[in-house]
């Protein structure tokens, strides 16, 4: 079965600064998709970025971008410039077209000022 | 564009009582629809999924139950509520074009 790793339960940033959150994940799917899913404290799950596995070229979202390394089965996630409203939980998730969606546990980003 | 209602936004029920949740999209049409449940401080816990009207898959054993009885209508219900359910509940539906998710507001349950 398909599992996401996100080893950091906590991480913290100062503003305006830069921080990248881990995410590993396990299947023997050679296509699929990743996404990550910022959840602020009013819990409205918002998708951030999305990857296609087929695609080498890593996808960008203005301060958002992503690090995916397909044969290590790694996709970190990049904030840029960080904001106070960046605070929030952010999830890892992946997903075979469908048929398997799994969310990792998880990590919990604070924004120093 | 793709919208989600989640009714109600908060609910405090006793133990032994009766729950219906109710999750109604809008702009789309014939959607995969899916139930979680998160407890406090932690991640998703996928409960139920729907690829259409009567369809619907189990992903937890457990004394919750959901049904579709129509196309942009998702319930999730119990017979008897137990302290364990207390959670957030979260509806989603699948994204038409790369399956991402779409989630909507949320339902935080509090049983008593």
Redesign the interface.
């Known amino acids: 079965a398909q599992t996401v790793t996100q080893s950091q339960p906590e991480m913290s940033v100062q503003e305006a600064e830069t921080v990248t959150l881990s995410c590993t994940y396990d299947t023997s799917e050679s296509d699929y ?1 990743l ?1 990550w899913y910022k959840q602020p404290p ?6 951030v970025i ?1 990857q ?1 596995a087929y695609k080498q070229q890593n996808a960008t979202e203005n301060r958002f971008s992503v690090n995916f390394q397909k044969a290590a089965k790694s996709f970190s996630l990049k904030i840029s410039d960080s904001q106070l409203g960046d605070a929030a939980m952010y ?1 890892c ?1 992946y ?1 075979n ?2 048929q398997n ?1 799994v ?4 990590t ?1 980003l604070s924004v120093l000022p | 564009s793709q919208t989600i209602h989640q009714w109600p936004a908060t609910l405090v029920q006793p133990v032994g009582s009766p729950l219906s949740l109710e999750c109604t999209v809008e702009g789309t049409s014939n959607p ?1 629809l ?1 139930w979680y449940r ?1 407890a406090a ?4 816990q ?1 409960l139920f999924y729907s690829v259409g009207i009567g369809q619907i898959s189990s992903e937890v054993p457990q004394n919750l139950s959901a049904s579709r009885p129509q196309d942009r209508q998702f319930i999730l219900s119990s017979k008897k509520l137990l302290l364990s359910d207390s959670g ?1 509940y ?1 509806c ?1 539906l ?1 994204g038409e074009d ?6 909507g ?2 339902t ?1 349950l509090t049983v008593t």
């Open positions: 998709y996404f009013s819990r409205q799950m918002i998708l999305r296609e999830f998730a997903d077209y469908g969606f969310f990792g546990p998880g919990r | 995969n899916y998160q401080g932690r991640g998703l996928l957030f979260l989603a699948e790369s399956y991402e998710q779409y989630f507001p949320g935080r």
